[in-house]
């Protein structure tokens, strides 16, 4: 299956601080990433999704300014989170779409490990 | 009524017998359903993709689809320890058209009593 990659796996910071969280897809082309965010114990919400070579469409509610998306490559994505603050401590995971012709692939989407950040 | 509904569980499954998780969705239109595996503390493992009504096998993992009840399932035969985790249903809205972004439900804790 395709692989996804993320880095770092865990970052504590300060607040205040800005933090780059990186996803790559490592075996396959990706024009289409997503970032999502998961709090304890609730389900994944998609924050935005971000295309090669353009602007990443934010979902309602989520500041870009906030939450700054570049997708530069086909198999790299960031997404930073400046001025972080104690609620924005969360897991923050990416999927990249698979459009791998063949049967069955279609528009799976696989997902990073994850990045645990903590802001104290 | 929520996009996609999940019951959230926990669902207990003795080893060895059949899980069965259930997952309904609201867009009539919709296209392609996912099950993502979800461990603790770990990011989601895609399972299984159904795209046309009926029944998809896959080892020991059997999604069913039927469009018209708007309504997905997941049956995990012999079920075994190492199943026991959250599964999540997620479904491409057909309003997504363009965008294929994934609806997902609040998940099922599935936990398989030894």
């Known amino acids: 299956g395709a692989v996804v990659s993320q880095h770092p796996s865990r970052v504590i910071c300060k607040s205040g601080t800005s933090v780059k969280i990186e996803c790559r897809s490592l075996d396959f082309q990706a024009t289409t990433m997503f970032w999502y965010r998961q709090f304890p114990k609730q389900s994944l919400m998609l924050m935005a999704t971000s295309n090669e070579g353009s602007k990443a469409t934010y979902e309602q509610g989520v500041e870009k300014d906030k939450f700054l998306i570049n997708h530069a490559s086909l198999t790299l994505s960031t997404l930073t989170v400046t001025s972080a603050h104690p609620e924005d401590s969360s897991f923050y995971i990416c999927?990249?779409?698979?459009?791998?012709?063949?049967?069955?692939?279609?528009?799976?989407?696989?997902f990073g490990p994850g990045t645990r950040l903590l802001v104290l | 009524q929520k996009e996609v509904e999940q019951n959230s569980g926990p669902l207990s499954v003795p080893e060895g017998a059949i899980a069965s998780l259930n997952c309904t969705y609201s867009d009539r239109g919709s296209q392609s359903f996912f099950w993502y595996r979800q461990y603790s503390g770990k990011s989601p493992e895609l399972i299984m993709s159904i795209y046309s009504n009926g029944d998809k096998e896959d080892g020991r993992f059997t999604a069913q689809l039927n469009k018209a009840s708007q309504y997905v399932s997941l049956l995990i035969r012999d079920s075994q320890p190492s199943d026991s985790a959250t599964y999540l249903c997620?479904?491409?809205?057909?309003?997504?058209?363009?965008?294929?972004?994934?609806?997902f439900g609040t998940g099922t804790r599935l936990t398989i009593i030894p």
């Open positions: 997620a479904v491409n809205k057909a309003s997504n058209f363009g965008n294929e972004k994934l609806t």
């Open positions: 999927s990249a779409r698979d459009w791998r012709t063949g049967p069955g692939a279609q528009e799976t989407q696989y």
